[in-house]
């Protein structure tokens, strides 16, 4: 027989072992794929993509367009751009506008886990009026900003989609998350504005609101008109009526007006003014009424906001300062509660 030189043994090795890699290589992973773990592994990772990219326009936020008189159901996203761009200005600081978009999806996640819907129309969640929140759509949007819409929109949406999923809580739960434009310089606790004392609503000193185009505004009322709307008799002397007490925002909380009693808030309402913090004084045969502060006081102030931003604190920074003791959390497991009941 003859003998194999070493040189050629080592050489046949080295081509079998050559030829074997391949196998060896692909043999694990195609133990694998027999036994079905990558293909749950990746029918699974597909699944989670899937649910990812459904699950946000099965969201649906049914809105009853007051003018119109029928129900619109954007997307919860889009209705959170619609809500933004309604309700602050869109030059606004960015930081200002996430703030915003937080407190709009917090508000409407409550509204949609609650079993009552006061003032809304059948089949409706909201509607699109301060009632709520004012919602616009894009149709209406551009119409509003014209040559504008591009950019105002596209700073809107970076702000919602930088807070997408995220709502505020206290205790667990989503929160009333009022808001308003200008503050008198501080915040107004709730209890003085509404009959249900919530922790988070505490009065908080808001410098920033002073520099707002919206801190000082005036009133005039003939004698008449004002004794008809307060349902009031004046003195025959200069004096229009006494404030008894304030409230913690420095408001007008009761004012004693020649024997008869009213709240700051239910003068407001009567005579349409922009603050519960007003001074009066009579001129000739009119009253006039001046104002600090836009709005009901409560919660986030907008333009404090803006202020805050502007300095370079964060949205969490805001809602944090404006709503003591809550958190950011993800409000995903309160919507698909909603979801389940539908």
Not at 36 to 53: F, H, M, P, R
Not at 151 to 179: C, H, M
Not at 321 to 332: F, I, L
């Amino acid at each position: 027989m003859m003998k194999m030189k070493p040189i050629v043994v080592i050489a046949a090795v080295l081509f079998v072992v050559t030829l074997m890699i391949p196998t060896l290589l692909v043999l694990p992973f195609s133990e694998e794929k027999a036994s079905g773990k990558l293909g749950e592994q990746l029918t699974k990772k597909a699944e989670e993509v899937e649910v990812k990219e459904t699950l946000e326009p099965a969201v649906e936020v049914a809105v009853y367009r007051t003018a119109a008189k029928q129900l619109e159901k954007p997307s919860l996203e889009e209705y959170i751009v619609g809500v933004v761009a309604s309700e602050m200005p869109a030059d606004f600081e960015h930081e200002a506008l996430k703030a915003q978009a937080l407190t709009a999806r917090t508000y409407i996640v409550k509204q949609m886990m609650s079993e009552e819907k006061v003032g809304v129309p059948k089949g409706a969640i909201v509607t699109d009026t301060v009632q709520h929140q004012v919602y616009k759509s894009e149709a209406e949007l551009k119409k509003q900003w014209g040559k504008d819409y591009k950019w105002k929109i596209k700073k809107v949406r970076e702000a919602v989609n930088a807070t997408a999923g995220q709502i505020l809580t206290y205790d667990g739960q989503p929160i009333s998350a009022t808001f308003f434009s200008t503050s008198n310089g501080y915040t107004e606790d709730s209890g003085a504005i509404w009959p249900n004392k919530l922790p988070y609503l505490k009065s908080v000193e808001s410098p920033w609101d002073l520099n707002s185009p919206k801190f000082k505004g005036q009133n005039i009322f003939s004698i008449s008109e004002f004794q008809s709307k307060l349902g009031v008799t004046l003195p025959n002397d200069q004096t229009i009526g006494k404030v008894i007490e304030r409230t913690e925002g420095n408001r007008v909380a009761k004012v004693d007006i020649n024997g008869k009693v009213l709240t700051g808030k239910e003068i407001r309402e009567a005579l349409g003014l922009k603050s519960t913090d007003f001074t009066w004084e009579k001129r000739g045969d009119k009253i006039v009424i001046s104002t600090k502060g836009f709005g009901h006081g409560v919660g986030m102030s907008q333009y404090g906001a803006n202020g805050m931003a502007a300095e370079g604190k964060t949205y969490k920074d805001i809602v944090e300062y404006y709503y003591k003791g809550t958190k950011v959390a993800e409000a995903s497991k309160y919507l698909n509660k909603v979801m389940a009941k539908k």
